[in-house]
C-alpha cells in the first residue's frame, strides 16, 4: 500500500484544529458557568416541589435526554423561523455549550453534595450566610473534586465538537473534522487524511488531559479529593 | 443578668419527640457540663442554642438579644457563640491559619493585616502557631480540635458550645484539648460543654446537668451530684462514666 501525505494540508489542517479548539474551550466554559448555577440550583434552590428546582431538573433532562446532533439543528434550522438566525459556528457553540451545561450540572451537584455536611455546619456556625459559606468553604472543595469528571466532559466536547461540520457549508467555518473531509473528498486520500485527522485530535485530548492534570496538582490539598494519597 | 437563658425548648424530629422542655441559664464566666446517655438529645439542645438546628417551641436568650426571636439577625448572633463540634470540621481546603481567619476576614469585616495577626495570636494561645500553614489532613485530630477551638475564639464569642469535643480523640490526645478547655474556662470563659470526661467536669464545671430523654433530670455542682444526687438514676448514670472513662483529665 503506497501511503501518501501531502504537506501542503497542513495549513488547512491548522485552521481547523484552531476551529475545534476555540469551539471546545468556548463552549466548555459557557457550559461551565451554566452547570455550576443548575449544579448550585439542583442542591440548594429549595425542596423538590421549588419552581427554581424543577426548572433546573426539566432542563438537565433535557438536554441529556435527546442527542446533541438534533439540538444543533434545532437550533441552526429551526430557530431562524423564530428570527433567530445564528451562524454555523455560533449554532454550533450554543448547542454545545446549552448540552455540556447539562452534563456539567450533574458533575458540580455530585462534587457539591460529596463535600462533607459538617463545612456547612461549621461555616453557618461562625456566623457565615448560607451564600458566604457556599462561596468560600462548599465551591473551593467542590471544584476541586470537579476537576477529574469535567476533564472526561472536556474530551467529549472535544470530540463532538466535529458535528458542526454538519452545518457548515462555507471553509471558513470548518472544524478540524469538516476540514479533513474537504481534502479527503478531492484527493481521495480518506485513510492518510483521515488517518491524520484522528491524530490531531487524539494530540489534541492528550494535550488538554494534561494542562487539566496540572490545574489539578496546582490546586491540590491534602486530604481533599484523593483518598489515600496526599496525606 | 444571666448571659444565657434557655426557656422550654422543645424538638421533634418525626414522631421521636428529642427535646420535651429543656430550660437552664447561665451566669457570665460560668461553665456548665452537660452529660447524658446516647440519643438524649444532648447535641440537639446545643444546636437549638445557635439554631443550627431550629426548635419546635421555646426560647434563647443570649444577654438581652433573643436569638429565638422571628427577625434575629442569625449570622451576627452564631458569630458571637463559638460552637465545637465532636469531629472538628475544620475547612478541609485551607491551612490552619485560613481557618481561624476566614470568620474574621468574611464575617467581622476584619482587614487582612489584622486579621492573620488575631488568627496567629489565637493559633498560639491553643499553642499551635507552628503549625499555621498546615492543611486539617497534616494535623493530628487534637491539633485539628484545638485549631478548631482557635477558630471559634478568633470570632470573640460570649459563649462556647462544645460538643463532645474529645470523644473522637485518641486518649492520649484528650488532654491537650481539655488543658485548652480548662484554660478558657479559668480565663472566664462562659461554656456548656458536652463530655463525659468526669475529671475535667469535676475540675471546671460550676454545674453538672444529667440529660435523659430528652429533659434534664437533675443539675447541680458536682461535688453535690457525685456525692448525694437527688435521683438515684443521676448517681447510677455518674458512677457508670466514671468506670468508663476514669476520672483523670
Ligand atoms: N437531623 C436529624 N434528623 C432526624 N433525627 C435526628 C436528627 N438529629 C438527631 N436526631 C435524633 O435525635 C435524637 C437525639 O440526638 P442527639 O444527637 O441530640 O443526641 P445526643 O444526646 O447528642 O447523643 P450522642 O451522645 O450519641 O451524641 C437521636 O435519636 C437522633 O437519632
Ligand atoms: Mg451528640
Redesign the interface.
Known sequence: MNLVFDPSWLPRLAQGISLTLQLTVYCMALGAGLGMVLGLVRVYGGGKFSPLYWLASAYVHFFRGTPLLVQLLTIYYGLPTMGIVLGPFQAGLVAMALNTAAYQAEYFRGAIQSVKAGQMLAARAVGMSRTQAVRHVILPQALRLVIPPWSNELVYMLKYSSIVSMTALRPETWDLFGVGRQIASRNFRYFEVYTLVALFYLALVLLLTLALRWVEKRVRVPGLGTPGRGI | MALLRVEDLHKRYGHEEVLKGVSLTLAAGETKVVIGPSGTGKSTLLRCI?R?TEPDRGRVWLGDLEVTARRADL???????G?V?Q?F?????LTALDNVR??LL??RGMGRREATERAMAELERVGLKAKASA????LSGGQQQRV?IA??LA?DPKLMLFDEPTSALDPELIGEVLAVMIQLAKEGMTMIVVTHEMGFARSVADEIVFMEGGVIVEQGPPEVLFRSPKVPRTGEFLRKISELYGEAG
Do not use: C, E, W
Not at chain 2, 470540621?89 to 481546603?93: M, R
Open positions: 445557635n443550627l449570622n451576627k448572633i452564631r458569630a458571637q457563640i460552637f463540634f469531629d470540621n475544620l475547612f478541609t481546603h476566614l470568620g468574611k464575617v492543611y486539617p489532613a497534616q478548631s477558630r471559634a470570632m
